[in-house]
């Protein structure tokens, strides 16, 4: 039979529930102890939860950019988003990994030392596919990469890490570099296996090829920058001076934007065999007449026509029409 309280005991037990404090931490209170927390002394929580979140926030900023990079580069729809930010090991996080992968080690300057881009080989094949002309479905049998797709590879990783700084605007001034691609995790070792790190992951859709993209970045290398890493301190420093600011920033980096105009002369098809067999002063048939307007792309968009020129002794051209819808 349970113990039965006495009527101080019954007092004392509705006085502590009316103010809100258990008769268990009064007495702990009392005797000067305090309750001891568990810690996990093989995994130290080194990033908060509030910090994966600002993560979270700042790669879906990042994921948004990329969408529409890839989306117009590939010319094919293509989604990416962003589905949890996490810590793990560094041993968690490659003993995930299977060969073939695309492993990016990237240099983020002035950050000290270097992160990890992950690629799924099968979205990896579909961009692939989709530069060479394919229609970006892959391949149903994984093998490794040649020397040609990995150079195509650090191409398309080269323009992927484009959007970075901007999402890392707030916190710090990032020059990604891409050290190197690995397809092998045994070779992609740039931290000891029980490192932790904060492990981003990301949903990517190229076509009708779904897979995952995962950026491990060691704590190590954002520690100068773990107190930034609250949305908090984004909020507090900004006032209706900085939105000002900002919206002329904008302006500028838009108007100072480098952007590739190519005037196309004509087009023309030939057999693999007499292009390899061209010389000096053969002659190729284009499908345009010499007094023909040029088309104007602005990027991929074809959006001027023109007349071909000099002017101060440069080739030039005179725009003569301005396509205002995409054709």
Same mark, same amino acid.
């Given at each position: 039979?349970?113990?039965?309280?006495?009527?101080?005991?019954? *007092?004392?037990?509705?006085?502590?529930?009316?103010?809100?404090?258990?008769?268990?931490?009064?007495? $702990?209170? =009392?005797?000067?102890?305090?309750?001891?927390?568990?810690? *996990?002394?093989?995994?130290?929580?080194?990033?908060?939860?509030?910090?994966?979140?600002?993560?979270?926030?700042?790669?879906?900023?990042?994921?948004? $950019?990329?969408? $529409?990079?890839?989306?117009?580069?590939?010319? =094919?729809?293509?989604?990416?988003?962003?589905?949890?930010?996490?810590?793990?090991? /560094?041993?968690?996080?490659?003993?995930?990994?299977?060969?073939?992968?695309? !492993?990016?080690?990237?240099? !983020?300057?002035?950050?000290?030392?270097?992160?990890?881009?992950?690629?799924?080989?099968?979205?990896?094949?579909?961009? &692939?596919?989709? @530069?060479?002309?394919?229609?970006?479905? %892959?391949?149903?049998?994984?093998?490794?990469?040649?020397?040609?797709?990995?150079? !195509?590879?650090?191409?398309?990783?080269?323009?992927?890490?484009?959007?970075?700084?901007?999402?890392?605007?707030?916190?710090?001034? !990032? #020059?990604?570099?891409?050290?190197?691609?690995?397809?092998?995790?045994?070779?992609?070792?740039?931290?000891?296996?029980?490192?932790? =790190?904060?492990?981003? =992951?990301?949903?990517?859709?190229? %076509?009708?090829?779904?897979?995952?993209?995962?950026?491990?970045?060691?704590?190590?290398?954002?520690?100068?920058?773990?107190?930034?890493?609250?949305?908090?301190?984004?909020?507090?420093?900004?006032?209706?001076?900085?939105?000002?600011? /900002?919206?002329?920033?904008?302006?500028?980096?838009?108007?100072?934007?480098?952007?590739?105009?190519?005037?196309?002369? %004509?087009?023309? #098809? &030939?057999?693999?065999?007499?292009?390899?067999?061209?010389?000096? %002063?053969?002659?190729?048939?284009?499908?345009?007449?010499?007094?023909?307007?040029?088309?104007?792309?602005?990027?991929?968009?074809?959006?001027?026509?023109?007349?071909?020129?000099?002017?101060?002794?440069?080739?030039?051209?005179?725009?003569?029409?301005?396509? @205002?819808?995409?054709?």
């Amino acid at each position: 039979m349970g113990d039965v309280l006495s009527q101080s005991e019954i *007092d004392e037990l509705l006085k502590s529930m009316s103010d809100g404090v258990s008769p268990e931490a009064d007495s $702990s209170e =009392t005797n000067g102890k305090k309750s001891a927390l568990p810690y *996990d002394f093989a995994r130290p929580q080194k990033i908060n939860k509030e910090q994966l979140r600002t993560l979270e926030i700042m790669y879906d900023t990042y994921c948004r $950019s990329l969408t $529409s990079f890839l989306s117009g580069y590939l010319r =094919t729809p293509v989604s990416v988003e962003v589905i949890s930010a996490e810590q793990v090991t /560094y041993n968690e996080f490659s003993n995930a990994l299977t060969n073939p992968c695309i !492993l990016s080690i990237v240099e !983020l300057a002035p950050l000290k030392g270097s992160i990890i881009l992950e690629l799924s080989a099968g979205i990896g094949y579909a961009i &692939i596919d989709r @530069i060479l002309g394919g229609p970006g479905t %892959g391949i149903k049998r994984m093998r490794e990469f040649s020397e040609i797709e990995q150079i !195509l590879l650090e191409r398309v990783v080269h323009h992927t890490l484009g959007p970075l700084p901007e999402a890392w605007a707030n916190v710090e001034t !990032l #020059r990604p570099r891409l050290e190197r691609i690995e397809t092998n995790s045994q070779f992609a070792q740039i931290v000891s296996p029980t490192d932790t =790190t904060a492990l981003i =992951t990301m949903a990517i859709r190229v %076509g009708a090829v779904e897979g995952l993209m995962n950026f491990c970045i060691p704590i190590a290398v954002i520690e100068p920058v773990l107190d930034r890493l609250y949305t908090r301190y984004w909020f507090s420093s900004e006032t209706p001076d900085d939105e000002t600011d /900002y919206a002329e920033d904008l302006e500028n980096k838009i108007e100072t934007a480098n952007i590739d105009i190519a005037a196309v002369i %004509g087009r023309t #098809r &030939i057999m693999v065999s007499d292009f390899v067999n061209l010389a000096i %002063g053969d002659i190729i048939p284009l499908d345009s007449y010499i007094d023909a307007d040029l088309e104007i792309y602005v990027g991929p968009l074809r959006k001027f026509l023109a007349k071909p020129g000099i002017s101060r002794g440069k080739n030039a051209i005179q725009i003569t029409e301005t396509i @205002i819808r995409e054709e």
